[in-house]
């Protein structure tokens, strides 16, 4: 009796925990809304316990009526989940924009934007796809306060370049969305250029006792071409670093600056 009640015991257990791990690989419908002026975008997609959302569709409502809905092409795109749904006027023709934020999935990478906008000829939605890289940090703001917004990035070209992944360190990226195009805009904000520079001098000289802080002088150089400085920052930069791989340090770094068009 005693065998049997503990055998029944540890089945009853097995059964739970069969029935706990059916239930938890049940997908689960969600939805998430974000909406502008006349403009509504609506994301559904089926949750599990796993990684990845499964059958992601994106619908759009414009004055009340759907114009668009369609699922997202995950092998296009690389779709794993999404980390945000905004709609805002990127572009101040009053008609907002639809910006789909995407994970791809792994331990750092990807994030990038779908970016949707209405064609008022066509009476339709066309999108660009925009890569942020591992970090998909960005943020949406007006930076010089002119009614425009821009989105303020990093420069993810630069990960693992002259460091791992945690020691690694970016120049400053600024875009601007226009007319359905992503246009790189970082050398006409020299002050936010200037500052992002000087703060990464600045962790240079704290950091440079650990790896001799080779990813931060990279990122600095790269903020120095942008506001046109490239000699004075290769001053600074070769009085600074006195590692024995100097020499090839700078040869990778000035190779790795003109392929990133850095230098012009």
Known sequence: MKVRSIFSLIMSFAILGAASCFLGGVAKAETKTAESGNVRAEVSFQSTSGLCSQNPQLKLVRKGQTVFNQNIPKEE????????????????????EIILDIFSGGAHCCTFSLIYRYDAKTQKYT???HPWGNGGR???EDVNKDGNLEFVDRDDR?????????????????????????????????QQVKNHADQ???EYTKIKQFDGGKAALAAY??????????????R??????????????FTELRKFLGETGYIR
């Open 77 to 96: 795109v690389g779709y794993c989940r999404l980390s945000d749904l905004q709609v805002r006027d990127l572009d101040k023709d009053n008609e907002p």
């Open 200 to 202: 990464l001098w600045q």
């Open 127 to 129: 999108a660009i796809t």
């Open 236 to 249: 600074r930069v070769q009085e600074a670093y006195k590692e024995s791989d100097r020499s090839q340090f």
């Open 158 to 190: 630069f990960a693992y370049k002259f460091s791992s992944y945690a020691g690694s360190r970016y120049p400053l990226q600024i875009w601007q969305y226009r007319q359905g195009k992503m246009i790189d805009v970082t050398r006409r904000y020299s």
């Open 221 to 234: 150089l790269a903020d120095k071409y942008l506001l046109g400085e490239g000699e004075d920052g290769w």
């Open 138 to 140: 960005y943020g949406i």
